[in-house]
C-alpha cells in the first residue's frame, strides 16, 4: 500500500489530530484552543470577519462608524459619477440629537450667463488669500475648497498616493504631503503643501533634526509646493508621535524620509526645531522669510490657553501663521491607541469653535485662512463648518474612499485589502492610477457642485457667505432646535467677498489657473 492509495479523509483525520495535539500539548498562548481542541479555532476565525460580517449584513444603512453606508454608497457613486440620489425620502432620523439643517431662502442664488458658476458648475475656489496679511512673497489662494489632508507616503501606498496627487491635479485642488516628506507621488503638478512634522522627514540632518538647508532646497527644485504646514499634533493621537514598522520601510521610504533601513522610525511627540510659542512664531517667520511661501500650523484642539498666547503674541507682533487647520479628534488614517483615540482632543465642532473664539475675540479672523478636518467631506457638513468660520476644509478617508478604501479599518497592519494603505506590491497592483484619479477629481468636482447648489439654495453666491444663523442643529428634546451662534455662543466674523469672478480673476489663485 502506497501513501497515494491513502483515502483523502485519512488524510484530514490526521491533520486534525495533529492540531488537536498541537492545540492541548504545545500552544500556550490561547486558553479556548486548550480548551476546545479544533472547535475553538472558529472563535478566532468568526471574531477576524466579525467587522466584515456586520458591515455587509448586520449594521443598517446609517449606523456605522466612521462613514455609515449611505455615506460610503455617497463617496462611491460621485466618484463614478453614477446617480448619488435617494428616493422617497430620507431614511435619517431627523429629530436625532446633532442632526444639522440648512435654513434655505426663499429665492435662491442666481448666477448669471457669464458667471464662473455658469460656465463652470464646480469652480470653487478658497475666498481668502494665504500669506496676503503677512505680505509672503508667494500667496496663495487655494483653487478648491476641498482639498486632500495630510497622510504620507510610506502609511499609504505608492500606487494610492500616485492616484491622489494625480487626481487633485485635474480637479485643481492641493495635496498635502503629510509628515513622511516629498515623494515622486507628490510631482505629477498638483498644488502641494508641504508638511513639517516632528520628524522633519525629508528635511532632516544626520542626527534628525530639522535643516532650513534643505527645505529651501526642496521648495525652490519644486515650484507646485504653495504652502509649509507645521504639524503640531493631529487628531489621530494628539500629544503622541508616530511609529513607522522597520517592516514598511523600503528603500524608496528610506530614501525619501532620509531614514535607516531595518529600524522603526518614530515621530517624537514634539518639536526639537522651537520649545514654545515665541520660539513657534519665530520658526514660522524663519520659514517664511527664507521660502517666501505661506506658512501655518496644523493641530487638534483640547486646552486653549496656548493658543490665546499665540493669538495675544500676534497682535503684539504683528507675525505668525497664515493658516490654521483644526484637526478633529475624530481621528483618522493614523493609527493610534484606543485611549488617544477615543479620548484625546476634542471633535472637530468643539474643538474648532473653541479656537475660533480665541481669534475672533482679538480681531483676528481676517489674518488666517482656516481650514478644516475631520469628516466635513459631504456638502452639508462642509455648509456648517464654513457658517461656523472654516475658508478650507481637507478630507483623507473620503479621499480614501473614492479611490476604493472599503473602510477595513486595518490601516495599520499593512494588509489593506484595497491596497491603499499597504507596502505590499501584490496588493497595490488592484490600483489603477489612470482610473483612480479620475474618480477622485469627480469626486471633489461632485462635491463641488452639490456644496456650490447648497450654498445657492441659500441664497449665497459662495460658501463664505454663511453665517451661524443659516444653519440650525438639535439639540435636545426642551429645546428640540438651535442656531449654530446659540449652540457654540459666537457669530462668526464675515469674511471678505467681492464675487466669484473676483476669486477667478485673482493672480494668485492655484490649480491651472494663470499657469503658463
Not at 321 to 326: A, L, R, Y
Amino acid at each position: 500500500m502506497t501513501l497515494s492509495d491513502v483515502s483523502w479523509w485519512v488524510w484530514l483525520i490526521l491533520f486534525l489530530i495533529i492540531i488537536a495535539i498541537r492545540d492541548v500539548f504545545i500552544q500556550k498562548k490561547h486558553t479556548i484552543s486548550h480548551n476546545f481542541p479544533i472547535v475553538g479555532h472558529l472563535r478566532y476565525l468568526l471574531e477576524s470577519i466579525g467587522p466584515e460580517m456586520r458591515q455587509y449584513f448586520v449594521a443598517n444603512n446609517r449606523e456605522e462608524l466612521p462613514f455609515n453606508r449611505i455615506e460610503r454608497g455617497w463617496i462611491y457613486a460621485s466618484s463614478k459619477k453614477e446617480n448619488n440620489y435617494e428616493g422617497f425620502g430620507t431614511d435619517r432620523d431627523i429629530y436625532a440629537n446633532q442632526h444639522m439643517f440648512v435654513n434655505n431662502a426663499m429665492l435662491p442664488f442666481k448666477p448669471g450667463v457669464n458667471h464662473p458658476n455658469t460656465i463652470d458648475k464646480t469652480f470653487l475656489p478658497c475666498a481668502k488669500v494665504m500669506g496676503e496679511f503677512n505680505k509672503r512673497r508667494r500667496p496663495f489662494r487655494p483653487a478648491s475648497v476641498i482639498n486632500i489632508s495630510a497622510m504620507s507616503f510610506g502609511s499609504l501606498s505608492a500606487k494610492a498616493m500616485d492616484s491622489l496627487n494625480k487626481g487633485v491635479q485635474i480637479a485643481g485642488a492641493y495635496h498635502n504631503t503629510g509628515e513622511g516628506g516629498l515623494s515622486p507621488y507628490h510631482s505629477n503638478g498638483g498644488d502641494i503643501i508641504f508638511q513639517v512634522g516632528t520628524g522633519y522627514f525629508g528635511i532632516r540632518d544626520a542626527d534628525g533634526n530639522f535643516s532650513m538647508e534643505k527645505l529651501v532646497a526642496l521648495v525652490e527644485a519644486n515650484p507646485f509646493i504653495k504652502a509649509i504646514e507645521i504639524k503640531l499634533s493631529q487628531g489621530a493621537k494628539p500629544g503622541k508621535g508616530g511609529v513607522l514598522p522597520a517592516a514598511k520601510i523600503t528603500e524608496e521610504i528610506s530614501k525619501i524620509r532620509h531614514v535607516p533601513l531595518g529600524k522603526d522610525v518614530i515621530s517624537p511627540p514634539s518639536h526639537s526645531a522651537f520649545k514654545d510659542i515665541p520660539g513657534l512664531i519665530e520658526f514660522i517667520e524663519n520659514i517664511a522669510e527664507l521660502t517666501g511661501l505661506p506658512v501655518g500650523v496644523k493641530a487638534a484642539v483640547g486646552k486653549t490657553e496656548q493658543w490665546e498666547e499665540l493669538a495675544d503674541l500676534m497682535i503684539a507682533t504683528g507675525k505668525g501663521p497664515d493658516f490654521i487647520t483644526v484637526d478633529g479628534g475624530e481621528g483618522g488614517t493614523g493609527a493610534a491607541p484606543p485611549s488617544f483615540a477615543d479620548h484625546v482632543s476634542l471633535p472637530w465642532v468643539y474643538g474648532f469653535s473653541e479656537l475660533y473664539k480665541v481669534f475672533l475675540k482679538r480681531k483676528l479672523t481676517d489674518r488666517i485662512v482656516f481650514i478644516g478636518s475631520g469628516r466635513l467631506g459631504f456638502p452639508a457638513k462642509a455648509a456648517m463648518a464654513f457658517a461656523m468660520g472654516a475658508d478650507c476644509i481637507n478630507v483623507a478617508r473620503e479621499a480614501m474612499l473614492s479611490i476604493g478604501c472599503i473602510q477595513a479599518q486595518v490601516c495599520h497592519t499593512n494588509r489593506c485589502p484595497s491596497g491603499v494603505a499597504t507596502q505590499s506590491k501584490w496588493l497595490q497592483n488592484g490600483i489603477d492610477p489612470t482610473l483612480k484619479s479620475e474618480r477622485l477629481s469627480q469626486y471633489f468636482k461632485t462635491f463641488s457642485k452639490e456644496f456650490i447648489e447648497v450654498t445657492h439654495a441659500a441664497g449665497y453666491e459662495h460658501p463664505c457667505e454663511f453665517t451661524m444663523q443659516d444653519i440650525n442643529i438639535n439639540v435636545d428634546d426642551k429645546n428640540l432646535t438651535s442656531k449654530l451662534d446659540k449652540t457654540y455662543k459666537y457669530k462668526k466674523a464675515p469674511v471678505p467677498f467681492i464675487s466669484m469672478q473676483d476669486l477667478k480673476d485673482c493672480p494668485h489663485l492655484g490649480g491651472q489657473h494663470h499657469k503658463t
